[in-house]
């Protein structure tokens, strides 16, 4: 499974990237209204940090629209992928786009009608939200369960990215049921190192070994 780092911000791309494991970023326009100075500046500099696919939002939420936003986008850098939401006018930009080579990104995915839809449309990427519906007391998880079954049964090869990961169980369950991409929010790739039994046995090791050499 492949590692993308949910934000727009700089500093914690660049810490990620030094960690060897990561693979793409996504951002939105909420985590871009996050980050001092232009948006647009700020995922140039992105780009230049990350050599995989870096998502980008448009605005837009009609065809025309989109589809000229994504033609400005795309001049940022070669690895920016069009996130569009998944809306009559997205599936349909998504389709335009993807025919010209574009790679997309459908984002605000809730059910797996709409992970059915994008695919059909040519999407490179599908965003299932696990952790806004596990906010109203439904199973986020459960929803990827029937994406990876769904596009198995057809072959699709859209990419499955769980997104608005909120915690490492999330990331576990991604992996086990055979998602390709898990973005996560950097204080969550930073509690996937940590295990109380491994710092404990890092203390104990030092400790038995500074008896033996002084
Ligand atoms: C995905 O691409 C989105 O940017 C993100 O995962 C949304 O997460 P949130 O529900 O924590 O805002």
């Known amino acids: 499974m492949k590692f993308f780092i949910d934000t727009a911000n700089l500093q914690e791309i660049r810490e990620s990237a030094e960690l060897g494991i990561l693979d793409g970023v996504t951002t ?6 996050r980050e001092a100075g232009d948006p647009f ?13 870096v998502s980008a939002e448009v605005i837009a939420t009609d065809v025309k629209g989109m589809v000229r936003e994504a033609h400005e986008l795309v001049r940022i850098a070669e690895n920016i992928v069009i ?8 599936v349909k930009a998504c389709k335009i786009l993807s025919s010209e080579g574009v790679q997309v990104n459908m984002t605000l995915v809730f059910s797996a009608a709409q992970a059915v839809l994008v695919a059909r449309a040519g999407a490179a ?11 109203v007391s439904s199973d ?14 057809y072959g699709f ?11 490492p169980m999330h990331v576990v369950q991604a992996a086990l049921m055979g998602a390709d991409i898990c973005t996560i929010p950097y204080k969550v ?20 070994w500074k008896k033996i050499r002084r």
């Open 28 to 33: 939105n326009p909420t985590l871009l209204s």
């Open 157 to 167: 090869e859209t990419e499955i990215l769980v997104a608005s990961v909120r915690h």
């Open 140 to 153: 986020g998880m459960r929803l990827i369960e029937q994406i990876v079954q769904i596009y198995g049964n």
């Open 125 to 135: 990427f599908v965003s299932p939200f696990v952790g806004r519906i596990d906010d």
């Open 189 to 208: 790739i930073l509690q996937l190192f940590k295990h109380p039994l491994t710092d404990v046995g890092i203390e104990r090791f030092l400790s038995d």
């Open 83 to 90: 996130k569009l939401p998944t809306t009559k006018e997205g």
């Open 41 to 53: 500046e700020n995922l140039k500099k992105i780009c230049e940090v990350v050599s995989g696919p």
